[in-house]
DNA sequence: TAAATAATGAACATAATGTTGTTTATTTAT
DNA sequence: ATAAATAAACAACATTATGTTCATTATTTA
């Protein structure tokens, strides 16, 4: 009794996360039945139930894979101090969209199709936002703000996300550096003076 | 042969509708059954297929119903130049949280809840998306623009949901009036500037 | 090579969908 | 007021997917 895995399960697993995801990108998360990725997968799908709950215990699972492989890529992230923010938030912009442009079929399937999976996209929210929120913490301490730290954290990850999907949704028109500047100066100075639009008081 | 429908059918879709929305808040969207409808609704299981196609067809007839009375309120909102954007967001963001607050269950089930309904957001920011753009042709003009001009729209409208889906999960924690303006200040200054946080080139 | 265990295959119970055809009840138009 | 039109009810059916059980076969590990 040691502490591998029987090969046989790992051969298993594998077949049923590539059935899965070429299913997902072929007609959508909905529309697969467990028979349709034991087919693929030619496996029995008894066997299926030997590994997964159900579907969406699957779906969960590969999710999770796929996205802590993001969350190391952004926790890697430095953090920039003075004026941290600015150039954190592009950094981390930029970060994401690289690993993106690396997995974009996925993503694609994921954030913008029309069966798309929107807790994909709630885990994604979830990482980023744990990410800025570390990084506030560190550079704020604890000056009081002029508005709700919860309703900023909620702003700056909503855009985030906005322009992260637009991104993908367009098919990637800027290069991933250009599209996190232009959000992190958005961001840091509003959009009418990032669009060069005199703003009077 | 006359214009009026039967009061038979009225009477039947009424039913149907207000057993749907029940229904969703009872147990999510994803859980019911068309049985579930007709049972709540007093109807036979036919008589659902006589009105609607299957279970999204009746979503779809549902969600556009009451978005609709959104979109008129949104429509109605005057756009106030000089600087228009800042003010006009605030307006939208104001009108659209009070008519939030008027619905809330019906909001929070299909917005925040475990099984909320992603479509239902789609549609709710392509409202904002429509608003906001036809004050962006009223005020712009065609001037250049340091930024594409489709980023800046789907950062506003990503921020804007984002803000109206944290005010919504978290209880309607201030006023409508004070969420649309902390909204305003940091779309129109940036996150910083509007926090109270000193800016350093 | 024996013991452990993963995968298969077949069967079954359950539940939901969507359709068809007939009958009953209600409504509208004359 | 009544006949014609039609909506709703009722019952039956075919289809499809889910999830479980159990005996058998094959593979892997120790």
């Known amino acids: 009794m040691n502490g591998k895995t029987d090969l046989r399960v790992l051969r298993t697993r594998q077949s049923i996360r590539m059935a899965f995801y ?6 959508g998360y909905e529309a ?8 693929r997968a030619m496996i029995n799908r008894n066997t299926f139930y030997l590994h997964h709950q159900n579907k969406p215990d699957l ?6 894979e ?10 890697l992230c430095p953090f920039n101090m003075s004026p941290f923010h600015i ?4 950094t981390v912009m930029q970060t994401v969209l690289e690993h993106i442009s690396r997995n974009t079929t996925f993503y694609y399937a994921m954030l913008i199709e029309e069966n798309r999976i929107y ?13 800025l929120n570390e990084g506030w913490i560190l550079a704020q301490g604890n000056s009081p703000l002029a508005l709700s730290k919860e309703l900023l954290l909620e702003y700056l990850v909503s855009s985030f996300m906005g322009i992260v999907m637009w991104w993908i949704k367009n098919d990637l028109p800027l290069p991933a550096g250009e599209a996190a500047s232009q ?19």
Do not use: P
């Open 22 to 27: 070429e299913l997902i990108e072929e007609k």
């Open 183 to 201: 959000f992190s100066r958005i961001v840091a100075y509003g959009h009418l003076k990032a669009a060069g639009i005199a703003v009077g008081e």
């Open 32 to 39: 697969i039945t467990i028979q349709d990725i034991a087919d």
């Open 66 to 75: 796929l996205l802590s492989e993001l969350k190391n890529a952004v926790v």
């Open 59 to 64: 779906l969960d699972t590969c999710m999770d």
């Open 87 to 90: 150039s954190t938030l592009e």
């Open 119 to 131: 807790q994909f996209r709630a885990k994604m929210e979830n990482i980023i936002k744990d990410k």
